[in-house]
């Protein structure tokens, strides 16, 4: 509130009645954005280059069929003195002939806190795929046909990995469930041989997180009526993904 009051004609703030949730309030937030690119930063991340979102905005001037751009960020796990892993990992040789394909197949990818997307792009994802992390940008790699990815080859932001983070807090199940439920989400939007590429991967998904179960149930970590509670629970959180509200154009035959 003191940052609105010192430049009300930079910051506004969007104060709901009532906690909407982490999706509700991403999917208004960006509703109401209003200039030509969006930047994202989570409340648990920080940017450490000042000159990050020029840089990014510079890029995506000069390249207007871009849907993304990404840099490196320094992840900073919890209880460490400082950042230890910078990602993209990949050598600068290496990263410039990786776009959105590599993307896709998991070669590469970029933390929240280093994206920026193109407004009218960004604001085109349903609000099924709105978390902009995996199942947005996935969305968005399918609806631009593998579209142009613009890169700023430094560290601009610190990733943190911590207890409290909305995906470090998931146990291990819900995390493999959520990836299962967000591959059969993405797999009708994709066609060929990608939909046959993400098929493979959550029936590898889903096979891993089968064997951990198991391995508990065997350990005697997970007692019969909870390992039948969590196989119940895997198969209803994939068939809750069954209801489609993807765009007309983006819709595939089986």
Not at 207 to 213: F, K, M, P
Request: proline share 6%.
């Amino acid at each position: 509130q003191d940052y609105h009051r010192r430049y009300p004609d930079r910051i506004r703030l969007l104060l709901p009645p009532r906690s909407l949730g982490a999706r509700a309030n991403i999917q208004a937030t960006m509703k109401a954005c209003r200039g030509k690119y969006v930047a994202l930063l989570e409340g648990d991340d920080f940017w450490i280059d000042p000159g990050k979102l020029q840089a990014q905005v510079e890029l995506l001037d000069a390249n207007p069929a871009a849907f993304i751009c990404g840099a490196r960020a320094l992840v900073w796990k919890e209880g460490a003195a400082t950042p230890s892993v910078t990602t993209p990992d990949q050598d600068s040789a290496e990263l410039k002939s990786f776009g959105a394909r590599e993307m896709f197949e998991g070669r590469w990818w970029f933390r929240t806190c280093t994206k920026m997307f193109p407004r009218h792009v960004l604001q085109q994802v349903p609000a099924k795929f709105g978390s902009l992390d995996w199942h947005g940008t996935m969305w968005l790699i399918a609806a631009t046909n593998f579209g142009q990815v613009c890169f700023l080859d430094r560290p601009v932001g610190v990733y943190r990995e911590h207890p409290g983070g909305a995906w470090s807090s998931l146990p291990r199940y819900d995390q493999s469930a959520n990836d299962i439920r967000t591959l059969y989400d993405l797999i009708p939007v994709f066609d060929g041989a990608e939909r046959a590429f993400l098929r493979r991967v959550m029936a590898d998904h889903m096979s891993e997180l089968l064997a951990e179960i198991l391995a508990d149930l065997k350990a005697q970590r997970l007692d019969y009526q909870h390992y039948l509670e969590r196989i119940a629970d895997l198969a209803k959180r994939v068939q809750s993904g069954q209801a489609d509200d993807t765009p007309e154009a983006l819709k595939k035959s089986a």
